[in-house]
């Protein structure tokens, strides 16, 4: 692993009639603050959110592999991957990579810490949080991580203090519930909760291969990947894969929907939503699927809902 973090970097947002996100209390900055000092550690620098997503995202592009996780109450999902382009608006950005994607609420973050580290790399570790000081995603360097640059360079690019000002801009209105918006789509059945475990455990005795989609207020996290491994420990149902583990509480589930295929070439998406979260978990069907692993989906989606 890459030398310990020496010292740390906190953006958060700073609106002073909506933002009740606790911490220390505004200080004052010149325009350009010195560089931290590579053995002290550094005070959390007050500052708006910056706009410049789609760049600091686009960053997380030159590395090979990233430690990537995102959360919500009742469900964790981590993976190891490499990202590798950004679409989308540059207020959504999404950045994506062989059977990893991760879709950006911006509008929705309230703190963002960039924790730093040894070169050749400066940084170890970005984390984004809510106002509630809850992680929803973060993305940090692994023991194997390579940084695709190029050799003449010393460090990545990698946005500095300055780099991160914006002017600020007002905390923006609520986005409509992901939950709301799954449930507008196709034709769903329901089913309980407590039936996924079975569903899960077949899964994983079959190695059908799996895209499973992690959605919080700020990001939506999906991954393709086929899980050997379904275990339980005090009430987690962990999911594991060679390079992804899904964790999550059935006990916090309100109950699960299938949504019914639109057409044959389509394959059934099990959602799994809680009365007292916005968070959802989606299990679909992987694309590289074979007609073999179709035809056992099918069948059990329709077990389960039936």
């Known amino acids: 692993m890459p030398a310990a973090p020496s010292t740390a970097l906190a953006v958060r947002a700073t609106n002073p009639t909506t933002d009740h996100t606790p911490g220390p209390q505004p200080r004052h900055h010149s325009a350009r603050p010195a560089p931290a ?21 686009s960053d997380l592009t030159t590395f090979d592999a990233l430690d990537i996780h995102a959360a919500h109450e009742w469900a964790r999902l981590h993976c190891v991957a490499g990202l590798t382009g950004v679409s989308g608006k540059r207020e959504a950005p999404c950045v994506h990579g062989p059977r ?31 106002r509630n000081s809850m992680t929803l995603w973060s993305a940090e360097l692994t023991a194997t991580s390579r940084w695709r640059g190029s050799a003449s360079s010393a460090t990545p690019p990698w946005p500095d203090r300055a780099d991160l000002r914006a002017a600020p801009r007002p905390w923006s209105h609520p986005l409509p519930s992901f939950t709301r918006a799954a449930m507008a789509s196709p034709p769903h ?118």
């Not at 550690?41 to 760049?55: C, E, G, I, R, Y």
């Not at 919080?216 to 899980?227: E, M, P, Q």
């Open 37 to 57: 000092s590579p053995t002290a550690a550094t005070d959390p620098v007050q500052l708006p959110l910056a706009s410049n997503w789609w760049d600091l995202l």
């Open 100 to 130: 990893v994607e991760l879709a950006a609420r911006p509008q929705r973050w309230a703190c963002v810490g960039i924790q730093q580290g040894s070169t050749p790399a400066r940084w170890q570790r970005l984390v984004v949080k809510d």
């Open 189 to 306: 059945r329901a089913f309980f909760a407590n039936q996924i475990h079975a569903f899960l455990e077949t899964m994983t005795d079959q190695r059908l291969p799996l895209r499973l989609r992690l959605t919080n207020a700020g990001v939506s996290l999906r991954y393709d990947s086929t899980f050997e491994r379904l275990r339980e420990r005090d009430r987690v149902l962990i999911l594991e894969g060679k390079a992804a583990q899904l964790a999550f509480r059935p006990t916090e589930m309100t109950f699960g929907y299938v949504s019914l295929a639109a057409s044959q070439s389509k394959a059934a998406t099990l959602t799994l939503l809680s009365a007292y979260s916005q968070g959802t978990l989606q299990v679909a069907l992987a694309p590289e699927a074979s007609q073999a692993d179709r035809t056992l989906w099918q069948r059990m989606t329709d077990a389960l809902a039936g």
